[in-house]
């Protein structure tokens, strides 16, 4: 039996059922993309995405837009501060490897006290974006701190360097201490601009708590103010009505008591 070409065909139970989303979409689409931690990119070059190895979660939250610029700038300290592990790492093995061809077995040691030295400052670097300038040895300064510090000492070594090369007329050792006191001098100065924003933020931010905290509702009577007071001690003095003939009453005074 064929069915007429104009008749109606219902829908099945099974095709009425709404769609059912999957769970790792609904799980992502209630995660709105402004929440979680900024992640920074330690090595220039490398865009901060999650999940990389040269990407760190840092300590700021993507939800605030002065933490956003907390991060950048942080990533920028912590690329400057990963330049100057490399090239004193760098500096160092080629000077052993003439040390030690030359016989001078000694500078081994110097040459591991500088690689652990120059991985120890980049490691407080990184903690100190990662806890957000947390404190690294308790009634001490945090790690951000420590590591704006330490560069600071080192330019102002590098700083004697360069005069004694200049005095003593090695123009090549010079040049070449002058280019690790520049690139020490902006890795401080950039340090100092994390430190002085993250100390402006966080003002800022006990002054929000502060005023949300004193200006929350309150369930009793409001305080009295000296106008409220001042207010209620107003009185209106009716002076008695004399008996007069015609004419309107004479008017109230009003008195503070």
């Not at 790792?24 to 999940?51: I, K, Q, S």
């Not at 690139?183 to 003002?203: G, I, M, S």
Request: net charge neutral.
């Amino acid at each position: 039996q064929q069915h007429p070409t104009n008749a109606v065909v219902m829908p099945t139970a099974l095709e009425l059922q709404p769609p059912v989303a999957s769970p790792l979409c609904a799980a992502e689409a209630a995660t709105p993309a402004t929440e979680g931690p900024v992640y920074v990119a330690v090595v220039p070059g490398f865009r901060p995405r999650p999940g990389s190895r040269f990407v760190i979660a840092s300590g700021f939250s993507r939800s605030v837009d002065d933490e956003v610029e907390l991060a950048r700038l942080s990533q920028s300290v912590l690329q400057l501060a990963l330049v100057n592990c490399v090239v004193a790492v760098t500096i160092r093995l080629v000077v052993l490897i003439v040390a030690l061809a030359y016989g001078y077995y000694t500078q081994l040691v110097f040459f591991v006290i500088n690689v652990v030295f120059a991985l120890l400052v980049f490691k407080v670097g990184v903690e100190g974006v990662k806890t957000r300038n947390a404190q690294c040895v308790p009634s001490c300064c945090g790690y951000l701190t420590a590591f704006f510090v330490i560069y600071v000492v080192l330019a102002i070594l590098e700083a004697l360097t360069v005069l004694i090369a200049l005095v003593e007329g090695m123009w090549l050792l010079a040049l070449v201490d002058c280019a690790f006191l520049a690139l020490y001098c902006v890795t401080a100065e950039r340090a100092r601009q994390l430190l002085d924003l993250l100390a402006a933020h966080d003002a800022r931010r006990s002054r929000v708590l502060g005023a949300s905290a004193g200006g929350g509702a309150s369930c009793g009577p409001p305080e009295a103010t000296a106008e409220m007071m001042e207010e209620a001690t107003e009185v209106v003095v009716v002076e008695p009505r004399k008996k007069q003939q015609g004419g309107p009453p004479p008017p109230a005074t009003r008195g503070v008591v």
